[in-house]
């Protein structure tokens, strides 16, 4: 999914992080950074919010974005 935003020109690309005993969610975030990276992008922290895998989380995280 990021580089498909980076490849319709995004450059700001925030994240909401899952639990971090979580592989599946481990393996999202890893995909994030691979895909900023070989994008030439910063991986910005303030980006990267932390959630739970619950829908309250996702929008207190998605509102802190």
Avoid: W
């Avoid at 925030?14 to 991986?43: C, E, M, Q, V, W």
């Amino acid at each position: 999914m990021t580089a498909y935003l980076i490849g319709l020109g995004h450059r700001r690309i925030g994240f909401i992080k899952g639990r971090s005993d979580h592989g599946d969610a481990n393996a999202r975030f890893a995909g994030y950074r691979t895909a900023l990276t070989h994008a030439g992008l910063p991986i910005v922290e303030e980006l990267c919010v932390q959630g739970a895998f619950t829908y309250q989380s996702g929008l207190e995280a998605g509102e802190h974005l």
